[in-house]
Nanobody, 129 residues
Framework: QVHLIESGGGLVQAGGSLRLSCAAS????????MGWFRQAPGKEREFVAA????????YYAESVMGRFTITRDIAKATLYLQMDILKPEDTAVYSC??????????????????????WGQGTQVTVSS
């Protein structure tokens, strides 16, 4: 069984940066794609960014475009999210997730959470003003 473990969250001032990591552990990890989602208190979970595991094609929510960068290290089975120019509205629990199998339409790249079948526990990111 594969487990996803996030790290790198914390408290940062507005305008600052954080780098989140998501390490896959367990049996040999293979993914079709991976992504980051976030959930703020009282709000629904929202898509942040996704990446195709083999090709490295990146997809972003409009709210983070130009500020966040998603990357992956295939050899280390690790996903990253570099977050720059952080804003107070970025405060949320950030979770990584994996798509094990490809699906018609690649809805995972447009923010649909259904195709993601493995989820991490999340890491808190707090941005102070």
């Amino acid at each position: 069984q594969v487990h996803l473990i996030e790290s790198g969250g914390g408290l940062v001032q507005a305008g600052g940066s954080l780098r989140l990591s998501c390490a896959a552990s367990g049996r040999t990890f293979r993914a079709y794609a991976m992504g980051w989602f976030r959930q703020a208190p009282g709000k629904e979970r929202e898509f942040v960014a996704a990446i195709s595991w083999s090709e490295g094609n990146q997809y972003y929510a409009e709210s983070v475009m130009g500020r966040f960068t998603i990357t992956r290290d295939i050899a280390k089975a690790t996903l990253y999210l570099q977050m720059d120019i952080l804003k107070p509205e970025d405060t949320a629990v950030y979770s990584c997730a994996a798509v094990s199998w490809g699906e018609f339409g690649n809805t995972w790249s447009r923010g649909a959470s259904g195709p993601y079948d493995i989820w991490g526990q999340g890491t808190q990111v707090t941005v102070s003003s």
